[in-house]
């Protein structure tokens, strides 16, 4: 059974950090593209980044890119996204999911595992 867990999450002022883990079991990451995507209340889910695993490849959405990295251990079986400089639009609840398929995506369907969330909430 594929399992992902995310944490890492909480309340963080604005300008601050936090790393959130994503901890996958029932597979190996390294056949798989795992995304984030976030969903802030009232919202729609959205990307925010991704990577491929087999070769590094990242992708950023242009409101995050140079604030949040994102990173995977093949070892750990997890993939890390840090956040840096966060802004009180990136609160929201934080998704880590898979795609079984080598090449990076934005979009909610192309991924078919999802973990339950972590809480980010940035205060002004």
């Known amino acids: 059974e594929v399992q992902l867990v995310e944490s890492g999450g909480g309340l963080v002022q604005a300008g601050g950090s936090l790393r959130l883990s994503c901890l996958l079991s029932g597979f190996t990451i390294d056949r798989y593209t795992i995304g984030w995507f976030r969903q802030a209340p009232g919202k729609g889910r959205e990307g925010v980044s991704c990577i491929t695993t087999s070769d590094g490849t990242t992708w950023y959405a242009d409101s995050v890119r140079g604030r949040l990295t994102i990173s995977s251990d093949s070892a750990k079986n997890a993939v890390f996204l840090q956040m840096i400089s966060l802004e009180p639009e990136d609160t929201a609840v934080y998704f880590c999911?898979?795609?079984?398929?080598?090449?990076?995506?934005?979009?909610?369907?192309?991924?078919?595992?999802w973990g339950q969330g972590t809480q980010v909430t940035v205060s002004s």
């Open positions: 999911a898979t795609r079984d398929d080598p090449d990076c995506s934005d979009y909610v369907e192309d991924y078919t595992s």
